[in-house]
């Protein structure tokens, strides 16, 4: 361990009970995608008083602020915004978010380590720029939020990263790294998990079937029942999923957003939210389509109006087994930790917007334990907060250093040797497509 690694380790240990405090405090005020203004306050003042110059309002409540020298490579430091709606969870808002994701742990472990990597003399031994990037809505955000940010913000996609990489606000960043809270195996032990599991991507679909409203017991002869048509595209998907091959983890989760008008009322309008995942991007479209077929048969079969939205969702994320420097970060951790890889060949269910990040450049993850509970359940909580706030900090920290020291050259190889399936401009170009 070097000089500026004992630094960074004993300077997030002389201010834990700091970042312990700034964990309770936005646990306890989650907030929803694109809306998580207090957040984003929160953090712009804490880089503001380690003497940085954030930029702010960034796809509405992104926050970004440069450390190092503004040459050789620049390896943004990311974390997560946002709460997620779960009004059954015990620490809920008024308004029904939680921290059921751990995102809230994410954005203290980039401010720890923007923390120690700011101090002047660590700022001084890293050979290109770390950025401290605090992103908006890594959720999926519903039809209804993407409907009201397009209007007020013109916001073009659910995801935050997406968004920022659309907006631009990617392009002078080279390398990513990012955590969050662990995901699969909760029960395994492990304090870090270094790697990314290959996750899903997904198209996000609403359907909107139009009927006829008619009162229910005088004359439900004279209505066209939307709810029905809902109930039958339903049953109809039931059957198609044998369909699906397990190679492509494929997943379909539909819920009705609106189911009808009144309780007297032959039900005329009802919207289907989903979204359509799977492992790569040809399967996506292809159950697409199927589910598509089924709600346009049922529709056919009441006499309803099918209207069917898609909207962009993330890409699906490869599998990138941890790079040698990541080993090498967690090993002046202590002993007393469980440090372990993801599993070789696993494929995650669930998706992120990590996904277009790795779609035009190479992205570090680590997950980390310390919670108990399912991820999105009123269970979610924190069982050690030592592993779940304090260790990924060192952990980010010890790995932008490792990175950006000797001359950037861990950051320069890894960049040089990642073959993005986009370029940041082609990527743009791909969010047009179909986003506008
Ligand atoms: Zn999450």
Not at 194 to 212: E, I, M, P, Q
Not at 394 to 409: C, E, N, S, V, W
Request: glycine share 8%; net charge negative.
């Amino acid at each position: 361990m070097d000089r500026i690694e004992e630094k960074i380790l004993a300077l997030i240990d002389a201010n834990a009970p700091r970042l312990q405090a700034l964990a309770d405090d936005i646990f306890h005020h989650a907030e929803q995608g694109y809306h998580e203004y207090r957040t984003a306050k929160l953090v712009a003042d804490f880089l503001k008083e380690l003497g940085l110059e954030p930029r702010e309002g960034l796809a509405i409540t992104g926050v970004k602020a440069a450390i190092g020298k503004g040459t050789g490579p620049n390896v943004a430091l990311i974390g997560e915004l946002d709460g997620l709606a779960c009004p059954t969870h015990p620490d809920a808002t008024e308004l029904g978010f939680a921290h059921s994701c751990g995102h809230y742990a994410q954005i203290v472990c980039m401010l720890g380590a923007a923390l120690a990597l700011s101090d002047p003399e660590v700022a001084a031994s890293l050979d290109g720029t770390a950025t401290i990037f605090a992103v908006p809505a890594e959720e999926f955000q519903d039809a209804s939020v993407r409907e009201e940010v397009r209007a007020s913000h013109d916001v073009h996609c659910a995801g935050g990263k997406c968004e920022l990489l659309r907006r631009g606000e990617f392009d002078d960043i080279d390398l990513a790294v990012t955590t969050h809270s662990l995901m699969v195996d909760r029960d395994s032990g492990a304090d870090l998990v270094l790697g990314n599991s290959a996750c899903t991507g997904f198209v996000g679909k609403t359907v909107y079937l139009h009927g006829r409203a008619a009162h229910a017991a005088a004359a439900p002869h004279m209505g066209i029942n939307a709810l029905n048509a809902a109930c039958l595209g339903m049953s109809a998907l039931g059957m198609v999923r044998e369909t699906f091959q397990e190679k492509d983890c494929v997943r379909v989760h539909p819920y009705i957003r609106k189911g009808g008008e009144a309780i007297n009322i032959v039900p005329s309008e009802t919207i289907v939210d989903m979204m359509v995942r799977a492992n790569n991007q040809p399967a996506i479209e292809h159950v697409s389509e199927q589910v598509d077929n089924c709600f346009k048969g049922a529709a056919m079969a009441i006499g309803c109006e099918a209207e069917i939205v898609n909207a962009q969702g993330y890409t699906p994320c490869p599998q990138r087994l941890p790079d040698q420097v990541m080993w090498d970060a967690a090993a002046l951790l202590g002993d007393k930790y469980k440090v372990v890889s993801i599993p070789d060949g696993a494929c995650n269910t669930a998706s992120t917007d990590v996904g277009d990040l790795f779609a035009v450049m190479p992205v570090l993850n680590f997950t980390f334990g310390g919670s108990t509970g399912d991820l999105h359940s009123k269970d979610y909580k924190v069982s050690d907060p030592d592993v779940a706030h304090i260790l990924p900090a060192k952990m980010m920290a010890l790995l932008a250093y490792r990175l950006l020291k000797d001359g950037g050259a861990e950051a320069k190889k890894i960049v040089d040797g990642y073959q993005a399936p986009y370029t940041k401009e082609s990527y743009k170009e791909y969010v047009k497509k179909i986003s506008g």
